[in-house]
């Protein structure tokens, strides 16, 4: 565990580190360690002392509760002590600790479950009604005043109510999290971007940052400012109302009670009811629950639904609901023992940012992407984060060497948030757009001077750009031709056996020969061909007769995806009258618009391009469909939301489906749905489903849709249960 060291020295190095993280945590808002690091750290630091407990001193950062008071705010003494909260990272970990109340009580009590909120603790005294104090935690007796922001607080009230059957004490403190909701969230750090600093790692250092700033001192210094008719007003001003903008965006939600003199609740869920009633924000996630099976279900289910709620969060808190049973169990001197946080795994990590290099994509648009030092993070290993173009590099003023912030919210892709400016050393550089394309040398250019991407016009010899092409023809959006992945699709270019897009419909046993990626070594003179091979070619036969709205996706003409291309087939039903038509005709196509007829008249007006058409023609290719834009289609007008994951069904292919029986498949629930199909780990769209009363299709019901129409569905539909 010291890895051969001295513990002692071990002990000092770590308790070093901790109390540094922790300070620049909580007195000056900027954490210098991950939350996973600092963990990883703490936990080695109370095992050290487990094992060696005479290492163990007064000012160990283990013996402290929470950071400590920053000199520039009045201290509040907390009427009673703020404590924090031992972690579980695991189930196990949180079904011991359960275990270990079960044995201690003789039988397993009821438990509340609600969300942790990743925000700012803070401390609220109201005595006779009236609010006395806001304080944020400091040291867990004394924390910081700052009462004087109250005003621009809208979320807490100044006055409590009295609700029937819960008068209000004439003291009372209460514990809440102040956050910001996550929209509000990412303007702010778009905002640090802007002035150059920072961004935010979390809510709760943006909840610190803001509720810490001195409103009250930049009052004083304007006004003495407008005095003198000093020349930094302006400054002064702006600065007072960013400050006041930021404040008035924090949220609370209340979650625990200090001193209460008067008619005392007798559980956690009826203080929660008593808050509620005087005005207070609580949660109305919060569930009372009777055995860890049920945590776990609530934990899974906001592990699946972290996003759908409107706040960060980073964990679930589990509490003992009665609160004499609270009192039995008591607390240790850091964190009460009837209170567990189980922890979700880290959204935010920081990273470095190794280089900034470019990738030119499949229309020749050149884009700038992260290479970033290998971190988990949100369950997977990130490596690579794109950053869009230029002017995106350029705002997040991120520079090569920076150690910057990585956040990868569930399934969403990897974002990079900014710089840590205060770790910079001097050598870090800024990236340079290259101006010659990196795959094929040509010199980039936008393609219209007002565009923000610039490309490579080399589109029908530039390696990067036929190596995307092909490998989006043969995707699950175009043609559908599996075996053709993206190493196969470069496989075939490199060998030769294909010098572009037009003679992949028309590949022979004897061209994938020609290539080592597709054979087996037979040691005999015909090389045999390997499975994948074979199983290639069946599918580029059976891609030849696919729809024709796949083989215009697959022709990668700009703008023109699914939706248009589906347009297309229908009016039309022929490529080549397609490629006839005037933008006139192409425009007045529903769902067809002059940007997208402009780009297929281009298109179509390029020699080598019609060359691929008439490669793919003799092929076999099907270039043309019985029109069916004459017949209405099953689900003309039905208006389809799909949420959760429907078994036998990609999200994708779910989604073409609706499209090409007619129907329009929307990303939220309203009174408009027609149909919301709900698979596995359906999230919020379910409740308003059910709240708005539409009828819900499973995966069986969603192939009567498809099948036999909106009227059969609606019979095998629920509405209004889940
Ligand atoms: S209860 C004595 N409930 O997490 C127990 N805390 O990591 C007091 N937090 O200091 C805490 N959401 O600031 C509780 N639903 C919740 C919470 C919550 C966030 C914060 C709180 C606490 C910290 C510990």
Known sequence: MTNGKDPALRWRELAELVEDARRRYYVSDAATLSDIEYDRLYRELEELEAA?????????????????????????????????????????????????????????????????????????????????????RGDGRTGEDVTYNVRFLPSIPRTLTPA?????????????????????????????????????????????????????????????????????????????????????????????????????????????????????????????????????????????????VEHEIDGVVVKIDNLATQDRLGSTSRAPRWAIAYKYPPEVVRTRLLNIEVNVGRTGRVT??????????????????????????????????DLVFLRKAGDVIPEVLGPVVEERDGTERAFVMPTLCPSCGTTLAPAKESDVDIRCPNQRSCPSQLRERVFHLASRGALDIEGLGFKAAVALLDDGVISDEGDVLGLSAENLRGSAFFTRDG?????????????????????KSRPLWRVIVALSIRHVGPTAAQALAREFGDLDRISAASVEELSSVDGVGSIIAEAVLDWF??????????????????????????????????????????????????????????????????????????????????????????????ASGFVVLLEHGPDAARAVATIGTP
């Not at 920053?70 to 949180?94: I, K, T, Y």
């Not at 043309?624 to 994951?645: H, K, N, W």
Request: with cysteine; aromatic share 6%.
């Open 523 to 543: 040691g005999e003179a015909e090389r045999p061909l390997t499975a994948n091979a074979e199983k290639l070619l069946v599918e580029l036969e059976a891609a």
């Open 368 to 401: 700038p992407f992260a290479v970033l030092e290998p971190v988990k993070v949100a369950g997977s290993t990130v490596s690579m984060a794109t950053l869009h173009n230029e002017q995106e590099v350029r705002r997040k003023g991120v520079l090569i060497g």
């Open 52 to 136: 060696h407990p005479e290492l163990i001193s007064a000012d160990s950062p283990t013996q402290q509760v929470g950071g400590e008071r920053s000199e520039m705010f009045e201290p509040v003494e907390h009427l009673q002590r703020m404590l924090s909260l031992d972690n579980a990272f695991s189930l196990d970990e949180l079904d011991a600790w359960a275990a270990r109340i079960e044995k201690d009580l003789g039988s397993s009590p009821p438990m509340l479950c609600e969300l942790k909120v990743d925000g700012l603790a803070v401390d609220i005294v109201y005595e006779n009604g009236r609010l006395r104090s806001l304080a944020t």
């Open 605 to 698: 007006s390029v020699d080598w391009h019609r060359a691929v058409v008439e490669k793919w023609r003799l092929a076999g290719v099907r270039l043309a469909q019985e029109r069916v834009a004459a017949g209405p289609r099953p689900l003309d007008g039905v208006t389809v939301v799909i949420t959760g994951t429907i078994e036998g069904w990609s999200r994708d292919d779910a989604t073409l489906a609706v499209q090409e029986a007619g129907g329009k498949v929307s990303g939220s629930v309203s009174k408009k749905t027609d149909f919301v199909v709900v698979g596995e780990n359906a999230g919020s769209k379910l409740d308003k489903a059910i709240a708005l009363e539409r009828p819900v299709l499973d």
């Open 164 to 308: 029937p059957g819960h008068p209000v004490p004439d003291l009372v403190e209460v514990r809440g999290e102040m956050y910001f909701q996550l929209a509000d969230f990412d303007a702010l750090n778009d905002e640090m971007l802007a002035l150059g600093r920072t961004p935010f790692a979390n809510a709760r250092n943006a909840g610190a940052g803001t509720l810490r700033q001195r409103v009250d001192r930049r009052e004083d210094e304007l006004a003495s400012a407008l005095e003198r008719g000093s020349t930094s007003i302006d400054r002064l001003q702006l600065d007072l109302d960013r400050a006041v903008r930021r404040l008035e965006l924090l949220k609370l939600v209340v979650h625990g009670i200090g001193v209460w003199n008067g008619h005392a609740p007798t559980s956690q869920a009826e203080a929660y009811e008593a808050l509620r009633g005087w005005g207070l924000p609580t949660s109305d996630r919060a569930r009372v629950v009777a055995s860890t099976r049920e945590v776990h279900e609530f934990i899974g289910y906001f592990g699946e639904h972290r996003h759908d």
